[in-house]
């Protein structure tokens, strides 16, 4: 589990921003991405570590789509 409450970056605009929740099925460490049990791929930016992240954690995540990539800028732990 991650053992973090919460990992955060920057806020974004709340206008721009949306959340999702579900466990995280695959992690790539080259491409900075995970991805959720509802096969969305998510960017993580500088700042979130995916070395807190693991294979069936379950997130709650909030993200802005930047450039047609979903980039996270929140990370949540859910139980």
Do not use: C, F, W
């Not at 709340?14 to 992690?27: D, F, L, R, Y």
């Amino acid at each position: 589990m991650i053992t973090a409450a919460m990992l955060v970056l920057a806020p974004i605009s709340a206008a721009s921003a949306a959340q999702t929740s579900g466990t995280i099925t695959a992690i790539s460490k080259n491409a900075d991405t995970i991805t959720l049990s509802d096969g969305k791929t998510y960017s993580l930016p500088e700042g979130i570590e995916d070395t807190k992240l693991r294979v069936g954690d379950k997130v709650k995540l909030t993200y802005a789509d930047k450039g047609g990539k979903a980039v996270i800028s929140h990370v949540i732990p859910q139980k």
